[in-house]
């Protein structure tokens, strides 16, 4: 029986190599596709609202949305922003006249103040916001 030369140990080593690199390449790829997909939302502010809203906040991770002193007048559209989780509650302030104060907020789709968003994209969502009484 003879011993194996430089060149079979040579060899084998390079197999070895060349295969962790090839999982460690792969598992790159996998880890980079996962945190591509972002959660993100943006609200519109409804044109039955009763005014400018401002300091809306996605509760579940404390994310909030502000537009300085001026809010976010009717129709207009917040900024989009990542969230973590995709079922919270949302407050805001409404500004009806004599500065803000605290607003009930409500949206359609949902029936209440509360929203589910879909995982791994961009969602809107209309927000009507009324003087909580």
Not at 55 to 76: F, K, M, P, Q, R
Request: glycine share 8%; hydrophobic share 40%; charged share 25%.
């Amino acid at each position: 029986m003879s011993e194996p030369g430089i060149f079979d140990l040579k060899e084998n080593t390079m197999r070895t190599a060349s295969f962790i690199i090839s999982i460690l390449f792969a598992l790159s790829f996998i880890f980079l596709g996962c945190s591509e997909d972002k959660t993100e939302l943006a609200f519109i502010n409804d044109d039955s609202s009763d005014g400018p809203i401002n300091y809306i906040v996605w509760t579940e991770d404390s994310v909030e949305w502000a537009n300085g002193d001026i809010g976010y007048d009717l129709g207009d559209k917040t900024e989009s922003k990542e969230v973590d989780h995709i079922s919270s509650d949302v407050s805001c302030l409404v500004n009806a006249g004599g500065g803000f104060v605290t607003a009930a907020p409500w949206f359609e789709d949902s029936n209440s103040s509360s929203l589910t968003i879909d995982d791994g994209s961009s969602n809107t969502y209309t927000l009507r916001a009324a003087v909580a009484k």
